[in-house]
């Protein structure tokens, strides 16, 4: 949730920024209690132990203790940390840095943001710690397993002029894909579908209906006869979006773990990381006109599948 205006907001701690929670309704004596309820895969211990050690405040970046009365509507901060968060071994890359904006190439499993098991080991945070600029916001994502392009605003006070060109839809995304050929098909084509939460919640599937999704797909090399080079534009911005098409195609793209079946694993429904095995999917070229100075621009990643 955004920080209310009178927050004092507490600075990134190695790289991270606070998450911010208001406390809602509930029967607990105490924030500790509240917290333990309502983050239940986290124990009481961990808790009790970011709390001795000031990693949760009130909105004036007091911090807490055990003991601090549960209020309905309280705002907190906390910093989130994972015991056993493995680095990931790649490194990115900054392929364009100003006043206003940051262009970096994402890795191969490096999340943007902070989610599940990854905090300190994502690009925002890396980026945050590598540029000592805590006011770097991502505009757009990437999933954790597609490398290439990420736009990052790297200045409050001209966020909200680059914000709006991505669901203006004026922002020309590119990428490039390796998957197996389709000599039956017709190319270039428009997929065009109904895409909706699958099972497990993380992934997404194509379902009857009026399409909310559209990706334009063509071919770049044939060469390899099994294994075709694809380009794609994606006109929407579904999770999974060009994954799911591929996969419905009959090509999904190659190591895809998650389409078009997930493979079995121990960890929650998710495979392993296989770091020899990346998705052969690439974020290839931004293009957009700059709302600050009108003039266009446009960015190409240095990575290749």
Not at 66 to 89: F, H, K, L, N, S
Not at 191 to 208: D, I, K, N, Q, Y
Request: hydrophobic content about 40%; overall charge neutral.
């Amino acid at each position: 949730m955004p920080a209310p205006a009178s927050m004092i907001r507490l600075p990134p701690r190695n790289g991270v920024q606070p998450s911010c929670l208001q406390l809602p309704p509930g029967p607990w004596a105490t924030v500790l209690d509240g917290l333990c309820a309502h983050f239940a895969e986290v124990d009481r211990e961990t808790w009790s132990d970011r709390i001795a050690r000031g990693l949760v405040t009130d909105v004036q970046a007091k911090p807490i203790d055990e003991r601090t009365p549960y209020r309905v509507g309280m705002e907190i901060q906390y910093y989130r940390e994972v015991a056993t968060e493995q680095p990931i071994p790649f490194v990115e890359r900054i392929v364009h840095a100003d006043a206003d904006l940051v262009v970096a190439d994402k890795p191969h499993f490096l999340p943007v943001t902070p989610g599940g098991g990854h905090v300190a080991e994502t690009l925002l945070a890396r980026l945050t710690r590598r540029l000592d600029n805590p006011h770097l916001v991502p505009l757009h994502r990437l999933d954790r397993m597609t490398a290439g392009l990420v736009l990052f605003s790297a200045n409050p006070r001209t966020r909200a002029h680059y914000q709006a060109l991505f669901p203006e839809r004026t922002v020309a995304k590119h990428y490039e894909a390796l998957a197996p050929a389709l000599p039956s098909l017709p190319f270039p084509l428009v997929r065009s579908t109904h895409m909706a939460r699958g099972e497990p919640f993380f992934l997404m599937r194509e379902v009857a209906g009026a399409p909310n999704s559209e990706s334009h797909i063509d071919v770049l090399d044939r060469s390899d006869g099994g294994i075709w080079r694809y380009a794609l534009v994606p006109v929407t911005g579904r999770t999974h979006q060009l994954r799911v098409h591929m996969a419905g195609l009959g090509a999904p793209i190659v190591n895809d773990d998650f389409y078009p079946q997930p493979l079995s694993s121990d960890r929650a429904g998710r495979p392993p990381d296989d770091y020899g095995k990346p998705l052969k999917l690439l974020a290839k070229r931004l293009a957009f006109v700059d709302p600050l100075s009108g003039e266009p621009r446009e960015f190409e990643t240095c990575l290749h599948l």
